[in-house]
């Protein structure tokens, strides 16, 4: 019972602001013209000149980042300072490693709260096996390994908040003395607001170019995409849910999910729903707006959902489900948590599941069609 709890946490976590029994996190709004964001809020990066950066995180802590061998500008010397570019990093989160991707990183890794086992992510999987990352704790969203984490001198210790706990454990880990950052991506309610967390943590790096050439090339894509799918006159209809004992979660209509599905060319059968975080709804209400719907996108991983068969096990009034009976339920591949830097792909994916016709020959990525048993 205990691993599907935490596996309906991560899976809706991913794809909404909050989970049912957590507090939708209050957003910083922190993006600024002189941050050159588009699309995130929860941080913002300063130029304050010398070479050096001023930095606020998901806490709205503020960090100044100054090069290697360079001096802080007056006025910022009495600010918490990170020298740059970091050499060694602990990351709590496994998305992080996957923000961390593009920009050529990962080698600078010496900590992760994901055990190797667990992860997708092969440059990590290299870098644990020839023995330099250490498992530290904190999987699952439960508490690090202060002691392990302050015996490898990070240089920097990247965290995520906004869920039960982690604001303690975030203060305790700045008590041991070590630098802390917080990197809230998966609080952004846009896909894309979370893939340009990847200029926070280029940041650290000294990769500002490399992140804001990378994030282009996945926005024009993304839009690339979009305009393909709006030549056409109708949309189809879809629903986006996972079931827990019972209970259904469906997002928001100003959700990331609501949000992704528009730029795949699909209308998201709750977009009348307010907000952006999770909302629960009675199996009655899945079955009438979805009774017809033309694609389900099952938001779990096997081994969490193996068929259609286990979703009609909620309820047998879901096998008159039109959806279910023209085998059109999708569920994540294994790995969907960890290919935040790979949202084009994802786009794609979908758009693909919404209009096959516009994508001849085209092989889901990140999805993957239920089977029946």
Same mark, same amino acid.
């Given at each position: 019972?205990?691993? &599907?709890?935490?596996?309906?946490? !991560?899976?809706?976590?991913?794809?909404?602001?909050?989970?049912?029994?957590?507090?939708?996190? =209050?957003?910083?709004?922190?993006?600024?013209?002189?941050?050159?964001?588009?699309?995130? +809020? #929860?941080?913002?990066?300063?130029?304050?000149?010398?070479?050096?950066?001023?930095?606020?995180?998901?806490?709205?802590?503020?960090?100044?980042?100054?090069?290697?061998?360079?001096?802080?500008?007056?006025?910022?010397?009495?600010?918490?300072?990170?020298?740059?570019?970091?050499?060694?990093?602990?990351?709590?989160?496994?998305?992080?490693?996957?923000?961390?991707?593009?920009?050529?990183?990962?080698?600078?890794?010496?900590?992760?709260?994901?055990?190797?086992?667990?992860?997708?992510?092969?440059?990590?999987?290299?870098?644990?096996?020839? #023995?330099?990352? $250490? *498992?530290?704790?904190?999987?699952?969203? #439960?508490?690090?390994?202060?002691?392990?984490?302050?015996?490898?001198?990070?240089?920097?210790?990247? /965290?995520? =908040?906004?869920?039960?706990?982690?604001? &303690?454990?975030?203060?305790?880990?700045?008590?041991?003395?070590?630098?802390?950052?917080?990197?809230?991506? *998966?609080?952004?309610? +846009?896909?894309?607001?979370?893939?340009?967390?990847? @200029?926070?943590?280029?940041? %650290?790096?000294?990769?500002?170019?490399?992140?804001?050439?990378?994030? =282009?090339?996945?926005?024009?894509?993304?839009?690339?995409?979009?305009? &393909?799918?709006?030549?056409?006159?109708?949309?189809?209809?879809?629903?986006?849910?996972?079931?827990?004992?019972? =209970?259904?979660?469906?997002?928001?209509?100003?959700?990331?999910?609501?949000?992704?599905?528009?730029?795949? #060319?699909?209308?998201?059968?709750?977009?009348?729903?307010?907000?952006?975080?999770?909302?629960?709804?009675?199996?009655?209400?899945?079955?009438?707006?979805? &009774?017809?719907?033309?694609? %389900?996108?099952?938001?779990?991983?096997?081994?969490?959902?193996?068929?259609? @068969?286990?979703?009609?096990?909620?309820?047998?009034?879901?096998?008159?489900?039109?959806?279910?009976?023209?085998?059109?339920?999708?569920?994540?591949?294994?790995?969907?948590?960890?290919?935040?830097?790979? /949202?084009?792909?994802?786009?794609?994916? !979908?758009? *693909?599941?919404?209009?096959?016709?516009?994508?001849?020959?085209? /092989?889901?990525?990140?999805? $993957?069609?239920?089977?029946?048993?």
């Amino acid at each position: 019972m205990g691993k &599907k709890l935490a596996a309906l946490f !991560l899976a809706v976590c991913l794809v909404v602001v909050a989970v049912s029994g957590c507090q939708t996190t =209050t957003r910083n709004n922190l993006a600024s013209a002189g941050s050159d964001l588009k699309y995130a +809020n #929860g941080f913002s990066i300063e130029d304050i000149g010398g070479g050096c950066k001023q930095v606020t995180d998901g806490e709205n802590q503020t960090l100044i980042l100054v090069p290697q061998g360079k001096k802080v500008p007056a006025g910022y010397a009495n600010l918490p300072q990170v020298t740059i570019p970091v050499k060694k990093v602990v990351i709590l989160s496994v998305t992080f490693g996957a923000l961390m991707r593009p920009l050529g990183v990962l080698d600078s890794v010496v900590g992760s709260g994901t055990v190797e086992s667990e992860l997708y992510i092969d440059e990590m999987k290299q870098v644990y096996a020839n #023995g330099q990352i $250490q *498992y530290v704790g904190g999987g699952g969203m #439960g508490a690090p390994d202060f002691e392990a984490i302050r015996a490898l001198n990070p240089d920097v210790v990247f /965290i995520s =908040t906004g869920y039960p706990d982690a604001v &303690k454990y975030y203060n305790q880990l700045k008590d041991t003395g070590v630098t802390v950052a917080v990197c809230n991506d *998966y609080l952004e309610n +846009n896909p894309l607001g979370r893939l340009e967390w990847i @200029k926070f943590l280029a940041s %650290f790096y000294g990769k500002d170019k490399v992140a804001e050439t990378y994030f =282009t090339s996945v926005v024009k894509k993304i839009n690339d995409i979009h305009e &393909k799918t709006m030549i056409l006159s109708s949309l189809p209809t879809v629903l986006w849910a996972s079931i827990f004992m019972g =209970t259904c979660y469906v997002s928001g209509g100003d959700s990331y999910v609501a949000k992704m599905i528009d730029m795949a #060319g699909g209308n998201y059968l709750f977009s009348d729903l307010e907000g952006s975080g999770a909302s629960s709804v009675s199996l009655e209400e899945l079955y009438a707006r979805g &009774k017809n719907c033309d694609v %389900f996108i099952y938001a779990s991983t096997p081994p969490y959902i193996n068929s259609v @068969k286990e979703i009609v096990s909620n309820g047998a009034v879901l096998a008159d489900m039109a959806v279910i009976k023209n085998d059109q339920v999708y569920c994540f591949q294994p790995w969907f948590y960890q290919i935040s830097d790979k /949202i084009d792909e994802v786009v794609e994916d !979908l758009a *693909y599941i919404f209009h096959p016709n516009l994508f001849p020959g085209y /092989i889901l990525k990140h999805f $993957q069609l239920l089977p029946a048993e």
